[in-house]
């Protein structure tokens, strides 16, 4: 799980500080009853080992909400056992389930909260798209299905991440059935994917951008193969030239997508309002036929391949499969950008998230437990006398 990402300018949810610092409590409790399963699973191997735990095979790690890499080194249950019997042990054997139950019967319910117009949000989990599934909670989801004619979820991350994780794990697991998927993307996003550094990014090249195109035409196209209607949504940014915008809209058009701007964080929801109107459009003009990338009868080999040659281009085995990679590339090398084709996935190590649902496969040099960078937030983070938080955003 993850900070809250509540956003900014008109484009925000309230109240943020309260969301991006302990909110209700959630990511504490889930920390909480996770852990207490890792501290009674070597209180078992402590007191006898009954159940012939093997201490060098323990897939269950310790977590807390923090970056800090130095946890990646930390390696526990190295004492003896009685032997190694090489079969799954869940948390019931253990007898830990009714105790972590007690402590997420609070955060099991999803929290409302609203943007800074009044529209009502829900909240509920935040896991990265990167290493993790990168969506909310199903619990989440149905109960603001109940609550509204339509229903606006977040993928995290680019398309060939978030959409595909969504698609793949969240909406097979659920039955849940799309009606359609925006992308959102930004001309400044574009253009770094046509190789302009970060510091030109503002200045006019349409020369990058008709390369960085492509990375575009890629995600559109990875999205139709679900067999929803797709629309672009360009999230504008106060310094974006305007033929560089008219560039990305003649392309959407020669694709058949439609595409409309978003100035949300300018303007509120007067910004978002054609973009809104015209998605309703497609949804009245378009039906949905959803389909998962893969049958759930592959194994988890054939899942990989598939994952990566129709999305990046190149015993549990009825899972689904979370893959674990940079966001910053269809590759697993982050400086590969643009639509980049023939490339390797380097698998480096594959994990079972039983309960989740799903086989995590991990590329590259990926990390599960990310670092602070050079200059954390926390350095900017200050309480003044009178109580009001500054230097979260």
């Given at each position: ?83 190694h019997a090489r079969e799954a042990i869940i948390a019931a054997q253990i007898g830990a389930v009714d105790a972590m139950i007690v402590l997420l019967k609070e955060a099991i319910k999803p929290n409302?909260?609203q943007t800074i117009e009044g529209t009502p949000v829900m909240i509920h989990g935040g896991p990265f798209a990167n290493i993790a599934h990168g969506c909310s909670s199903l619990i989440g989801t ?89 629309m672009v949504a360009i999230n504008h940014y106060a310094d974006d030239i305007s033929g560089e915008v008219d560039l990305v809209k003649e392309r959407c058009c020669q694709l058949g997508v439609p ?135």
């Amino acid at each position: 799980m993850k900070g809250g990402a509540t956003g900014s300018g008109k484009a925000q949810l309230v109240p943020a500080d309260d969301i991006n610092l302990h909110f209700t409590g959630d990511i504490h409790a889930v920390t909480s009853a996770h852990n207490l399963l890792s501290a009674m699973v070597d209180n078992h191997m402590f007191h006898g080992n009954v159940l012939r735990l093997n201490p060098g095979r323990i897939v269950w790690k310790r977590v807390m909400d923090m970056n800090d890499r130095s946890l990646r080194h930390i390696v526990t249950g190295l004492g003896s056992g009685n032997g190694h019997a090489r079969e799954a042990i869940i948390a019931a054997q253990i007898g830990a389930v009714d105790a972590m139950i007690v402590l997420l019967k609070e955060a099991i319910k999803p929290n409302l909260v609203q943007t800074i117009e009044g529209t009502p949000v829900m909240i509920h989990g935040g896991p990265f798209a990167n290493i993790a599934h990168g969506c909310s909670s199903l619990i989440g989801t149905r109960l603001a299905l109940k609550l509204a004619k339509l229903v606006v979820t977040e993928a995290g991350f680019g398309a060939d991440l978030g959409a595909e994780k969504f698609f793949d794990i969240k909406c097979r697991q659920s039955g849940l059935s799309p009606v359609a998927a925006v992308l959102v993307i930004t001309v400044k996003a574009l253009k770094y994917n046509g190789g302009v550094p970060n510091h030109e990014l503002n200045l006019s090249n349409t020369d990058a951008l008709m390369l960085g195109l492509s990375n575009m035409d890629r995600h559109i196209e990875n999205l139709r193969k679900f067999g929803v209607p797709v629309m672009v949504a360009i999230n504008h940014y106060a310094d974006d030239i305007s033929g560089e915008v008219d560039l990305v809209k003649e392309r959407c058009c020669q694709l058949g997508v439609p595409v409309e701007v978003s100035n949300v964080w300018a303007e509120g929801s007067e910004g978002g309002k054609k973009l809104a109107e015209k998605l309703v459009e497609l949804l009245n003009h378009q039906k949905a036929h959803f389909v998962p990338l893969y049958e759930d009868e592959l194994d988890i080999r054939s899942k990989i391949e598939r994952a990566v040659k129709e999305i990046y281009r190149l015993g549990y085995g009825n899972l689904s499969v979370c893959m674990a990679k940079t966001p910053y590339s269809f590759s697993d090398q982050p400086r590969l950008l643009g639509a980049p084709k023939g490339f390797n996935i380097h698998v480096t190590d594959i994990s079972l998230s039983a309960g989740a649902g799903f086989v995590v496969v991990q590329t590259d040099n990926i990390m599960t437990m990310p670092g602070l960078p050079k200059t954390p937030a926390a350095e900017h983070i200050a309480l003044d006398e009178q109580g009001i938080i500054h230097g979260l955003f």
